[in-house]
């Protein structure tokens, strides 16, 4: 049976070797493999362009969010600096009407700056969510744009 397999085997692999491909075929294989290889680089490029947009956006928010970071520890810092003078202040006061009125000074004073602060963050937030919506825009934009040409 092997015997049997082994020369069919030969036999087939004889006239193989004196075959030829025909020319329409082999033209179908080169134009083929041509146009897969233009796919995969066209592929390869929006990957690449998307990886970098990706980091850009990514860039963005994150010197947003470390902008936001830095802003809130110097209104902690500020808050908590005028909070210590207020009590200094208070630690001094001769009278209870005195004590009354630099608390009461305080707590106005505290509200006003809170108030400044959370529209100060507010602006703040908006300014860098619109960056990054405008990153991400330019992205999208970049991305179609390039998808376009190759269409």
């Given at each position: ?117 959370a529209k100060d963050l507010f602006d703040l ?22 998808l376009k040409k190759s269409g």
């Open positions: 049976m092997t015997d049997r397999f082994s020369r069919e085997a030969q036999e087939i692999f004889n006239a193989a070797k004196h075959a030829k491909i025909p020319e329409n075929v082999k033209t179908i294989a080169q134009d083929g493999v041509a146009k897969s290889r233009e796919a995969f680089e066209l592929m390869q490029s929006v990957s690449k362009d998307g990886a970098q947009t990706m980091e850009s956006v990514l860039l963005t928010a994150q010197a947003g969010a470390r902008t936001m970071g830095e802003r809130v520890l110097r209104n902690i810092e500020v808050n908590a600096g005028a909070a210590f003078d207020a009590a200094e202040a208070m630690a001094r006061a001769q009278t209870v009407p005195e004590f009354v009125q630099l608390q009461a000074d305080f707590v106005q004073a505290q509200l006003n700056s809170t108030s400044d602060q937030s908006a300014k860098i969510a619109q960056q990054t919506f405008e990153a991400m825009s330019a992205a999208s934009m970049r991305a179609f744009e390039q």
